[in-house]
């Protein structure tokens, strides 16, 4: 059982900045790969980034990439999401997520575990 919990999240606004962070106990944390998703209201939840185990990989989704970072202190049990440039459109709840395949994948079907989840409001 992996635990995970997301903080960072508030308002800030466009062309603002934040970092998520997300904690994660129990199993060992290198043994996942890590993921960010969000939720819109009334939408579903999508794919931000992911990162392998190791840190070495990552992956976005093209309406955050060059604006998004997603990093992994494994001495820490830490991922990280740093956002910046944000746009209202970027308004959700943004869940971190835990992968046993360790590589790191877009669909959250892949994905073990999930947070919480930690509101982020981006006003125009």
């Known amino acids: 059982q992996v635990q995970l919990v997301e903080s960072g999240g508030g308002l800030v606004q466009a062309g603002g900045s934040l970092r998520l962070s997300c904690a994660a106990s129990?199993?060992?944390?290198?043994?996942?790969?890590m993921g960010w998703f969000r939720q819109a209201p009334g939408k579903e939840r999508e794919f931000v980034a992911t990162?392998?185990?190791?840190?070495?990989?990552?992956y976005y989704a093209d309406s955050v990439k060059g604006r998004f970072t997603i990093s992994r202190d494994n001495a820490k049990n830490t991922v990280y999401l740093q956002m910046n440039s944000l746009k209202p459109e970027d308004t959700a709840v943004y869940y971190c997520?835990?992968?046993?395949?360790?590589?790191?994948?877009?669909?959250?079907?892949?994905?073990?575990?999930w947070g919480q989840g930690t509101q982020v409001t981006v006003s125009s």
């Open positions: 997520a835990a992968d046993s395949t360790r590589f790191g994948v877009a669909s959250r079907i892949s994905y073990d575990y």
């Open positions: 129990g199993r060992t944390f290198n043994n996942y790969a």
């Open positions: 990162i392998n185990w190791s840190g070495a990989i990552t």
